[in-house]
């Protein structure tokens, strides 16, 4: 089981990483769409969203849910421990949605700087604190 500690450490790491994208990216688009009429500061933010996404937020996902699956396969027996677990993977399934809607908003923001308000962008970057909280409050304090 030394094997499967390792996996979890780096998928705690990997779910870190993902997370600090999922915190920042939604400001970005929030000073994005305050800014819209600054074209020398989008077009920077819209650099800083790209490299966010792509080269942070996508990897650290995969990370996430292959070290996640390959400790599921390692111990089958965990779905066994509660309804816990299950509760998990739905709040990790939403917040896969939230994943792709992020780079969904980033492409839609690069034609129209003025997508959505920022009251409606900052509502919408509390969305992956709340999942966290419940993801977290399954793991260690399993619930039922």
Same mark, same amino acid.
């Given at each position: 089981?030394?094997?499967? *500690?390792?996996?979890?450490?780096?998928?705690? !790491?990997?779910?870190?990483?993902? !997370?600090?994208?999922?915190? &920042?990216?939604?400001?970005?688009?929030?000073? @994005?769409?305050?800014?819209?009429?600054? =074209?020398?500061?989008?077009?920077?933010?819209?650099?800083?969203?790209?490299?966010?996404? =792509? &080269?942070? $937020?996508? %990897?650290?996902?995969?990370?996430?849910?292959?070290?996640? /699956?390959?400790?599921?396969?390692?111990?089958? $027996?965990?779905?066994?421990?509660?309804?816990?677990? #299950?509760?998990?993977?739905?709040? +990790?399934?939403?917040?896969?949605?939230? #994943?792709?809607? /992020? $780079?969904?908003?980033? =492409?839609?923001?690069?034609?129209? %700087? @003025?997508? =959505?308000?920022?009251? &409606? /962008?900052?509502?919408?970057?509390?969305?992956? *604190?709340?999942? !966290?909280?419940?993801?977290?409050?399954?793991? +260690?304090?399993? %619930?039922?």
């Amino acid at each position: 089981m030394a094997f499967y *500690t390792w996996i979890l450490a780096f998928h705690v !790491m990997s779910f870190v990483s993902w !997370m600090a994208m999922l915190f &920042y990216l939604p400001r970005l688009f929030i000073y @994005h769409r305050e800014n819209a009429d600054n =074209k020398s500061f989008t077009d920077i933010v819209e650099i800083q969203e790209y490299k966010l996404f =792509k &080269y942070i $937020g996508v %990897p650290a996902m995969w990370a996430t849910l292959f070290s996640g /699956l390959a400790m599921i396969y390692l111990n089958t $027996g965990i779905f066994s421990s509660g309804g816990w677990m #299950h509760a998990k993977l739905v709040l +990790v399934a939403f917040l896969i949605t939230y #994943h792709f809607s /992020l $780079g969904n908003i980033r =492409k839609i923001m690069l034609e129209n %700087p @003025h997508y =959505k308000t920022s009251k &409606y /962008l900052r509502i919408y970057n509390e969305v992956p *604190t709340l999942l !966290m909280i419940f993801i977290v409050i399954m793991v +260690v304090v399993k %619930p039922f």
